[in-house]
């Protein structure tokens, strides 16, 4: 498999315009991330999916973000209108959850930087 | 509250030495996962190591080890016979396995612990 695949890797915009950041997971996997790192705030989890349905989107910073996974394979994260505040490194993860103890360990994409100018 | 907390915004340790990076967490459940990640200068992040609550031995993945402590809810990453390669942001995280609902999956990450190697 060729791991969590994330497009752009990076991304400059003007304030004011879209963004749109795309994630393809891992073949099989339920679980899907998307976090966002900074210097200041570290690593915030945005949003999270369970077999494509939102379970979590009490990180998303205000209405401007949006997230969809329209099927298992692909997900996106949506700003509009985009401002300097977001510029960040965006990663989007996957993983499988087995209970039992087996090792499920979350596999990160490159990131997708993106700089708002 | 903090889920993970990492008190060591950096660390340094000479070429072959080894090195423990500290992490606690907060969870009242008695089932979940621990987790360590290796983040380079180059922005990717890399697994290393995982520990689960009923693992009654201590992780280890060739130079890496967790030390468990239960009782203290400390993880500790003891990486030994540093290398220059080693230099890197490292994050530990944690995965709550009890469905509250809105929490089953989620990975909680600490800040993190900048780790420099010098020869």
């Known amino acids: 498999d060729a791991g969590v695949i994330q497009s752009p890797r990076h991304e400059v915009t003007e304030m004011g315009q879209e963004v749109t950041l795309r994630c393809k997971p891992i073949?099989?996997?339920?679980?899907l991330f998307w976090y966002r790192q900074t210097m200041m705030r570290g690593l915030e989890l945005l949003i999270y999916?369970?077999?494509?349905?939102?379970?979590?989107d009490s990180g998303m910073p205000e209405d401007r973000f949006s997230a969809k996974m329209p099927n298992a394979s692909f997900s996106t994260l949506k700003i509009q209108p985009s401002e300097p505040r977001d510029s960040a490194v965006y990663f989007c993860?996957?993983?499988?959850?087995?209970?039992?103890?087996?090792?499920?360990?979350?596999?990160f994409g490159q990131g997708t930087r993106l700089t708002v100018v | 509250a903090q889920k993970i907390t990492q008190t060591q915004p950096g660390m340094f340790v000479q070429e072959k030495e080894a090195v423990t990076l500290d992490c606690t967490y907060d969870?009242?459940?008695?089932?979940?996962?621990l987790f360590w990640y290796k983040q380079p200068s180059s922005g990717e992040m890399i697994f290393l190591i995982y520990?689960?609550?009923?693992?009654?031995q201590n992780a280890t993945e060739g130079r890496y080890s967790l030390n468990f402590q239960k009782a203290r809810k400390s993880a500790n990453l003891v990486i030994s016979a540093s290398q220059l390669g080693d230099s890197a942001m490292y994050f530990c995280?944690?995965?709550?396995?009890?469905?509250?609902?809105?929490?089953?999956?989620?990975?909680?990450f600490g800040r993190g612990t900048q780790l420099t190697v010098w020869p």
């Open positions: 995280a944690m995965r709550e396995d009890y469905d509250r609902g809105s929490t089953l999956g989620r990975l909680y």
């Open positions: 999916f369970n077999n494509n349905v939102p379970i979590d």
């Open positions: 073949s099989g996997h339920d679980y």
């Open positions: 520990q689960g609550s009923y693992d009654e």
């Open positions: 969870t009242s459940d008695q089932s979940y996962g």
């Open positions: 993860a996957s993983s499988l959850l087995r209970t039992g103890g087996e090792n499920t360990e979350a596999f």
